[in-house]
């Protein structure tokens, strides 16, 4: 058995849990990819990483790598029967990647929204069909999609938001007309995660962590491991009778809206 700490909480889960399981993870290489890499490689997983370059995939508990870009569909195309090919057909994927920059409405132009609709959902999509089919044909396997919190609730990065509200409805067609099938795909909603994505921030605003934190009931933001944590339970047969479900990892940030509570309750 293996003892993990995730937020101060004792997980306590078999070492060999994806044991001859084969896992592929886009965005490996990231923050959040790499907690899952990891997470899902010191429980027994081959990790099939797939990231923009080699050089992202570096980490040594990838076992197969591949570099595409999303947003190069004759990239994607060419990616997904070398993978086939080279690591035959996943047991499980975990669709990570992904990106926003165009914080605001008043940030976005067309170059943009179709930059970001491109990476966060038809990038994702297009990769991800022809492998969710394979997995179909063969009978099995578990599909969990890294969304957001801007998909359930609007927290800016408008077009990031509309990108992941797609993945969200694409994940439950999966679950409701593959699930006859062998599949399940489940969604991973991150609140905000202290990785490099907020690097441009603090570096404008040292300050600006701390006034997030007022925003979430358990006082503090979420870390990649929290995340990863979820990601494996639902990858795995612990959450076999789970399909189509969207799941908040948010540090209570969708639950409600905490200030109001504080400035105008007064509680």
């Not at 057909?89 to 609709?117: Q, S």
């Not at 999609?145 to 993945?167: D, E, L, M, R, T």
Request: overall charge neutral.
């Amino acid at each position: 058995m293996l003892s993990d700490m995730a937020g101060g909480a004792r997980i306590v889960v078999s070492k060999a849990e994806f044991e001859g399981k084969t896992v592929v993870v886009t965005g490996a290489g990231g923050g959040l990819g790499s907690a899952i890499v990891e997470l899902l490689a010191g429980r027994g997983a081959r990790i099939v990483g797939c990231d923009q370059s080699a050089e992202a995939l570096a980490s040594p508990h990838i076992a197969s790598r591949h570099a595409f870009n999303l947003l190069d569909r004759a990239s994607i195309e060419a990616a997904i029967p070398a993978l086939l090919d080279k690591d035959g057909v996943p047991d499980i994927l975990i669709n990570n990647a992904g990106w926003t920059r165009a914080e605001t409405l008043k940030a976005l132009t067309a170059e943009k929204i179709e930059e970001e609709l491109d990476l966060n959902l038809t990038g994702v999509m297009t990769f991800a069909d022809p492998l969710i089919k394979a997995m179909a044909k063969r009978g099995s396997g578990s599909v969990v999609f890294i969304s957001s919190v801007n998909a359930i609730s609007h927290f800016g990065n408008p077009a990031y938001a509309a990108a992941k509200a797609g993945i969200n409805a694409y994940a439950k067609s999966i679950a409701v007309e593959l699930g006859r099938s062998g599949l399940r795909a489940n969604v991973v909603c991150p609140g905000s995660i202290r990785t490099a994505a907020w690097d441009h921030r603090l570096a404008k605003d040292p300050e600006i962590l701390g006034r997030l934190k007022r925003l979430y009931p358990l006082g503090r933001i979420v870390n990649a491991s929290e995340v990863a944590e979820a990601v494996a339970f639902l990858a795995s047969e612990r959450a076999s009778g789970v399909t189509g479900a969207v799941v908040p990892v948010d540090a209570g940030l969708t639950a409600g809206y905490l200030p109001f509570i504080d400035d105008i309750l007064g509680a």
